[in-house]
């Protein structure tokens, strides 16, 4: 994994991370997201959580996104400002490489030196890697909602999964 580098986002990155999330809502349920957003709604959010100091940081190779990570705040009321959210995105060609497991070990570090308390992960049930790849850094099952997502015609469970910071 010597060729992947890791780094903060930047905004020329915008196209290749509106690529990777189109994917995951065109073709999965590891998102809810039912209509894929644009260029300038990733901008947008993006820009949020630059302001926000938040880490968002982004998997590159041979000078080509790859993957990219982020949390911030798990809910927007302030008695949750020490808890946040991950989100982790490759693009499909890159899973099973160990690129996640270097994401999620960045986002961890950034999100400790930002202050936040807790890390939760809120997974489609069906997502076995990306939940065994969060019990391998010791986040632990807390919760799991029966059907509360229907996206391609089809019930699914979310697990939420837990990490003191």
């Avoid at 993006?46 to 982004?58: Q, T, W």
């Avoid at 705040?73 to 302030?78: D, I, M, V, W």
């Avoid at 997974?123 to 990306?130: K, L, Q, R, V």
Wanted: glycine share 8%; proline share 4%; net charge neutral.
């Amino acid at each position: 994994m010597s060729d992947v580098l890791l780094r903060p986002f930047r905004w020329d990155d915008v196209p290749a991370i509106t690529a990777i999330y189109r994917h995951y809502v065109e073709e999965t349920a590891i998102t809810f997201d039912t209509e894929a957003p644009g260029e300038e709604a990733i901008a947008e959010k993006y820009a949020g959580l630059k302001r926000l100091g938040h880490p968002l940081i982004v998997a590159e190779r041979a000078g080509r996104c790859i993957g990219y990570a982020y949390a911030s705040f798990y809910r927007p009321r302030a008695a949750y400002r020490f808890t946040c959210e991950d989100s982790i995105y490759l693009d499909p060609a890159e899973r099973g490489r160990g690129v996640g497991k270097m994401l999620l070990t960045e986002l961890l570090e950034q999100s400790r030196a930002f202050g936040f308390k807790q890390m939760l992960a809120v997974i489609t049930a069906d997502t076995a890697g990306s939940i065994a790849i969060h019990e391998k850094f010791g986040f632990r099952r807390v919760g799991y909602y029966e059907a509360v997502g229907l996206k391609f015609d089809r019930w699914h469970d979310i697990v939420h999964l837990q990490l003191a910071l």
